[in-house]
């Protein structure tokens, strides 16, 4: 079975960049839609970002739209998210997920990584 563990997360000032990635381990496959989706303390998660299995292009909540990028390297097993200028919004905890299909909804992903902590201050 296939296990995403997220990392890259950190503390940083608003402006500032941080590139998480999402390895996969285990029989993996890159025949899934790779996204990202955050929650923040008090909230629900929500999307962030979503690329296919072959790395067309991708779509993004429209919070994050020209902010971050989500990339895969199917050879490295590996999906990331480039975060840049962030905002004390973005505080939240990243998630990573693989699904069939290339949706934006939670409920379309049935493999979910740990999460990694993004904190931006002011």
């Known amino acids: 079975q296939v296990q995403l563990v997220e990392s890259g997360g950190g503390l940083v000032q608003a402006g500032a960049s941080l590139r998480l990635s999402c390895a996969a381990s285990?029989?993996?496959?890159?025949?899934?839609?790779m996204a990202w989706f955050r929650q923040a303390p008090g909230k629900e998660r929500e999307f962030v970002a979503v690329?296919?299995?072959?790395?067309?292009?991708?779509t993004y909540a429209n919070s994050v739209k020209g902010r971050f990028t989500i990339s895969r390297d199917n050879a490295k097993n590996t999906v990331y998210l480039q975060m840049n200028s962030l905002r004390p919004e973005d505080t939240a905890v990243y998630y990573c997920?693989?699904?069939?299909?290339?949706?934006?909804?939670?409920?379309?992903?049935?493999?979910w990584g740990q999460g990694t902590q993004v904190t931006v201050s002011s």
């Open positions: 285990g029989r993996t496959s890159s025949n899934y839609a």
């Open positions: 690329i296919s299995w072959s790395g067309g292009t991708p």
């Open positions: 997920a693989g699904g069939g299909v290339e949706a934006t909804h939670m409920k379309y992903f049935g493999l």
